[in-house]
């Protein structure tokens, strides 16, 4: 076991457990608030090697560890270092830290278009709640925006590959998930894209895992496109036998129409457990599910009740911590 202090909280985690892990322990047992968990955009506990892409979970190792207390010497991302015993790392609490995510969000944003009124992603878009959350207001950025053509890379699947922030989450789906990956992310830098080559190309029974582990509007189920805003839907629980998956599924319903079916998600926004797609999209009819209950929309949903007050509070926290910091340095240097 290792003991590791994030933001003031301490917890005693098992060796080889990671800072965001660490973090999101701390949330669920109700030590510390979810706020100061870091985000992540391209981190997914239940893909292998997922993590380390979009750097928005990057800390501040004030401690490395009780054997060597040196300073890590530059921000590190969160689902990837492993805590050692004894390691204390600043999240919402280290102004230069939050000042360092807040330019990485810059850039997460400097392609993306401005595609919210009319993306079904908006009101549970991930991006949505981190520029809010860790972004600023204005962007730097003068020069074109990246432009591609929209694609059908399956039946019931729209890539929209202006709204891709390469999280490399559906590639790792269809790698862990599926049983075939048949897209991937071709040419480099700037020019880098998700793409099958050939429309259409995606057929499988679980190729529509890709649109719920996306964490923008850049895959989207084609047969809720426009339908609905997500907040005029009413998600329900409800189950079914299935000889696929588990068939445990949320309804967005309205009234007794169901627009969409999605797999249930955690408080951090993953896949509970992945569902087929005779799930997803044929089962349609209300008749073809037990319907348990209203569903609890948690943390990543503008949806839900009062998800940013606390942040902001901790947003003007900081900026006083930072007016403070700034005028004793102005004080001591005359």
Not at 170 to 192: F, L, M, N, P, W
Not at 221 to 237: A, E, H, I, L, Q
Request: with cysteine; charged share 30%.
């Amino acid at each position: 076991m290792a003991k590791v202090t994030i933001d003031g909280y301490s917890i005693d985690v098992p060796d080889g457990t990671t800072i965001l892990q660490a973090s999101r322990m701390l949330a669920e047992q109700g030590i510390m608030p979810d706020a100061n968990v870091p985000p992540a955009m391209c981190y997914y506990s239940k893909l292998k090697t997922s993590g380390g892409y979009c750097r928005t979970c990057i800390v501040k190792v004030t401690k490395g560890s009780e054997k060597d207390p040196r300073p890590m010497p530059k921000p590190v991302p969160s689902c990837r270092q492993t805590i050692m015993d004894g390691m204390e790392v600043q999240n919402l609490t280290a102004p230069d830290l939050v000042e360092a995510r807040a330019g990485v969000v810059e850039f997460l944003l400097i392609n993306h278009p401005l595609d919210c009124p009319i993306c079904d992603q908006a009101g549970e878009c991930h991006l949505q709640d981190l520029g809010y959350e860790h972004g600023k207001a204005g962007t730097r950025y003068e020069f074109e925006r990246r432009t591609f053509e929209m694609e059908d890379i399956g039946d019931k699947i729209k890539l929209h590959m202006n709204r891709c922030i390469l999280c490399y989450r559906c590639v790792k789906t269809a790698e862990q998930v599926t049983d075939g990956r048949v897209h991937g992310v071709i040419s480099r830098g700037d020019h880098a894209e998700i793409s099958t080559y050939i429309e259409q190309a995606i057929d499988n029974d679980f190729s529509g895992n890709v649109i719920d582990v996306c964490p923008v509007g850049a895959l989207t189920d084609k047969t809720f496109r426009f339908k609905s805003r997500v907040w005029f839907t009413k998600p329900m629980d409800a189950h079914r036998n299935c000889t696929k998956c588990c068939g445990k599924v949320a309804l967005w319903m309205s009234g007794n129409e169901v627009f969409r079916v999605t797999a249930r998600k955690d408080k951090w926004g993953e896949v509970e457990e992945f569902i087929c797609n005779e799930c997803r999209f044929e089962k349609k009819a209300a008749s073809d599910w037990n319907i348990e209950g209203p569903r609890k929309i948690d943390r990543h949903s503008v949806i839900s009740q009062n998800h940013y007050s606390e942040l902001k509070q901790l947003k003007i926290d900081l900026s006083k911590q930072k007016q403070l910091g700034e005028k004793a340095h102005n004080y001591n240097g005359h």
